[in-house]
């Protein structure tokens, strides 16, 4: 039978924390550039609707 490599439980636990880290940065991530785009369309919609009307006699 082929020995397995065995972690000890600091090294497992580190593996583990390092593991979500990565995945809640990549969520953040995603999560900031869809709230920059919202961003984005909400000031041109400002900017749509702030501009004056032209006159009309």
Do not use: F, G, H, Y
Request: glycine share 0%; aromatic share 0%; hydrophobic share 35%.
């Amino acid at each position: 039978m082929a020995e397995t490599p065995r972690l000890s439980v600091e090294k497992a636990l580190k593996k583990l924390v390092e593991s979500e880290m990565k995945a809640d940065s990549a969520s953040r991530v995603s999560k900031i550039d869809a709230l920059d785009e919202e961003i984005k369309r909400m000031r041109a919609q400002r900017q749509r609707l702030d501009r004056k009307p032209p006159k009309r006699d």
